[in-house]
């Protein structure tokens, strides 16, 4: 078993209550994703191996885990459903252009990141070019959650009916294993 020290980076566990509120919790889930690129940030820097494995072992379980599954369901289930409800006037096209525009990014430089993070949690050096990428997919990670708050998730509550939101809800339980106790990890969004 491995002991975690009270310095260890921490990433709150998911409020699996409000999965009832499907947007609501996806707002909540953005939290626990800036967390989580904060402690990426300072992984990147951070010089003291057995420190940086220790962070690199909870970014790998998040990012693999719970970022993937948020992600994934986002992308097969909500921006469908905005495509779908979304008038021409709303812009659908265009916000939903930004957001996966940086989320293409993020996507093609998390092959580099799990890549790195596993070094990290082996105890080994990353690849020199491990700092820069965690820099742009930090970059990339954060303007795309500035524009789903900003833009996405609002419109969603303005033009999702009450039947989708109960669709998105049991969709999102169903992913987490169908009580929403489990079913996250491993889902193969990010690059393995
Ligand atoms: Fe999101």
Redesign the pocket.
Known sequence: MVMRSPRDPVIEPADLRLLSAPLDF??V??YR?RAFLAHLERLASDRRVARRAAAARLLLAFLLGDAAL??AE?EET?FPMLRARCRTADGVERILGLVEGERARARDLSFAIVAGLRDCASQAVPDAGFASSVATFVGAMRR??DW?NAL??PLARKRLTPGDLARLAAGMAERRGGDGTGGAAGHGYFGE
């Open positions: 996806l707002e889930e953005h994703f948020h992600l986002e909500l795309h959650i789903e996405v998730l």
